[in-house]
C-alpha cells in the first residue's frame, strides 16, 4: 500500500494568470488600487437579452440534466453558426457541447491520445496547452517562431518538427498571447502539410469574432475535404458574448470523434448546465449587436494600448491584429535596476509592477516566452489610461 498521490497530477502546473487575476483581487479587496491587465475575460456584462434567456430558463423549469453532449437545440444552432461563420458544414451529431473552452479542449486530447504521442505546440502558447496534453498522456513538443515572423509557424520549420510520433498539431487562431491572425495563404500550407503527413489540427478559434483592421478570420477546417477530417474545430461563447462564467464551449469534428468525446463527457461531467446552454442558444441566435459594440470597443483599447507602448522606451510589441492581448518584449528592461534590484527576467518586471506601482501584468514564461508580459485591454479606457500612466512611470525611473 502507498498513499502517494498521482505523479501525472502532481506534474501539473497552476494556471499563472488565474493566480495572478486571484492576487490583483485579493490587493484590491485589501483597498489597494490595482489596475489589472491580467484577466483574460471581457470586463463586459453578458448582454441583456442573453441573462433574460438565463432567467427563462430556470422558470420555465429547464433545470434537469439534457443529453450528456448538449441539448439538440443549442447542437443546431452551433452547427448554424458553423455555417454561417465558418462556413464549415458540421451536423448536429458531429458537434459537442461542453463546459467552457477548457473543457472541449480536454475531451479532444482524451479522444485523440495515446501514451507517448507527440502534439506540436508553437510557441508562444497560451498556458493550457502544454498541461492538458500532459495530463492526457500526450508529449507536448515546441515549435519556436520568431518574432519577426510575426510569431507565426513557419512551414520549414513545422516540417522539419514532424515525426511519426506526431499526432497533432494545435493551431490557435487569433492567437492568445500574441494577437496574431492566420491569413488563409498561411493556413494553407499547414493545411497541406498536415494532410500530406497525416496529423490531426486542433483548431482553437475562441477568439474568431475579435479581429481588427479588417482582417478575415478563417477556419482551417474550411481549406479543402481532407483537411476538414484532420480538423477538431473548437470555440465557445466566452469570449465574443462575454459570457465567461457561464462556461459553454463546442468542437465540430468527424462523428467518430464526437461519439468518443460524448461518452467520456457523460462518464466526467455529464451535461454542461442547462440554464448555461439555454443562455447561449440567444447568444448565438439572437440579435448580434452586442458582440460588434464589444469589438469595436476592445478595437478604440486595443490602438490606445499599442500607441502607449510605442511611446515608451525599452520596450516593444507588434501589433495585435486580434484577441485582446498587447504582447511586449521587455528583454530591453534586463539589466536596468528598479531602486536596488536588478531586473533579469519579465517576471521580476511584472512582480515590481504589481508590487511598487499596483498594475498586474502576465509574464510570460509560462507562455514559453520568459521575456515577454502580456497585458489585456479587456478592461475600461480609465483603467487603461491609468495603468500605462503607472508603467510609463516604472520604465522610465529605469
Ligand atoms: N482557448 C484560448 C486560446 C483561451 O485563451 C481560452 C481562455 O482563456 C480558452 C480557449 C478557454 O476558454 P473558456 O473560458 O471557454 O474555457
Redesign the pocket.
Known amino acids: 500500500m502507498s498513499l502517494e498521490l498521482s505523479k501525472k497530477a502532481k506534474s501539473v502546473k497552476q494556471s499563472s494568470t488565474l493566480a495572478i487575476t486571484a492576487k490583483a483581487k485579493e490587493m484590491k479587496s485589501s483597498g489597494i488600487d490595482v489596475v489589472g491587465f491580467g484577466a483574460?475575460e471581457p470586463d463586459f456584462d453578458t448582454p441583456e437579452n442573453i441573462r433574460n434567456a438565463g432567467k427563462k430558463a430556470i422558470d420555465d423549469g429547464f433545470t434537469r440534466y439534457t443529453p450528456a453532449s448538449g441539448t439538440a437545440e443549442l447542437k443546431k444552432a452551433v452547427s448554424a453558426k458553423f455555417a454561417e461563420f465558418n462556413h464549415l458544414h458540421y451536423d448536429p451529431d458531429q458537434i459537442v457541447i461542453s463546459n467552457?473552452?477548457?473543457?472541449s479542449?480536454t475531451n479532444i486530447f482524451q479522444a485523440i491520445t495515446n501514451p507517448g504521442d507527440e502534439v506540436i505546440i508553437p510557441v508562444p502558447y497560451?498556458l493550457?496547452y502544454p498541461e492538458l496534453v500532459k495530463m492526457c498522456d500526450g508529449v507536448p513538443v515546441f515549435l519556436e517562431t520568431k518574432k519577426e515572423n510575426g510569431f507565426k509557424i513557419d512551414i520549414e520549420d513545422l516540417k522539419a518538427l514532424v515525426s511519426p510520433a506526431t499526432k497533432a498539431l494545435i493551431l490557435?487562431t487569433p492567437c492568445?498571447p500574441t494577437g496574431m491572425i492566420y491569413s488563409k495563404a498561411e493556413l494553407q500550407a499547414i493545411a497541406d502539410l498536415a494532410v500530406e503527413k497525416d496529423f490531426f489540427i486542433i483548431a482553437?478559434e475562441?477568439?474568431e469574432y475579435l479581429t481588427y483592421c479588417g482582417k478575415e478570420h478563417v477556419s482551417i477546417a474550411s481549406l479543402g475535404e481532407e483537411i476538414y477530417k484532420r480538423t477538431i474545430t473548437c470555440s465557445?461563447v466566452?469570449?465574443a458574448y462575454a459570457m465567461?462564467g457561464w462556461?459553454i464551449?463546442y468542437t465540430g469534428s468527424s462523428k467518430e470523434i464526437a461519439k468518443i468525446m460524448s461518452s467520456i463527457q457523460s462518464h466526467e461531467t455529464s451535461n454542461p448546465n442547462s440554464i448555461a446552454q439555454k443562455a447561449a442558444v440567444e447568444a448565438l441566435t439572437g440579435p448580434q449587436d452586442a458582440i460588434e459594440m464589444m469589438r469595436q470597443a476592445f478595437d478604440e483599447r486595443r490602438q490606445y494600448m499599442k500607441k502607449r507602448i510605442d511611446g515608451l522606451p525599452l520596450v516593444s510589441a507588434l501589433e495585435p491584429d486580434g484577441a485582446f492581448y498587447c504582447f511586449i518584449d521587455c528583454s530591453g528592461l534586463y539589466g536596468k535596476e528598479y531602486r536596488g534590484a536588478k531586473i533579469e527576467s519579465a517576471a521580476d518586471a511584472a512582480a515590481i509592477l504589481l508590487e511598487e506601482f499596483h498594475v498586474a501584468v502576465v509574464p510570460c514564461a509560462d507562455f514559453g516566452c520568459p521575456t515577454y508580459i502580456r497585458l489585456s485591454y479587456a478592461t475600461s479606457m480609465d483603467m487603461i489610461e491609468k495603468g500605462m500612466d503607472r508603467i510609463e512611470s516604472f520604465v522610465s525611473e529605469l
Open positions: 483574460g467552457g473552452g477548457k473543457h479542449l497560451w493550457t490557435n492568445n482553437d475562441m477568439y465557445g466566452s469570449k465567461t462556461r464551449g
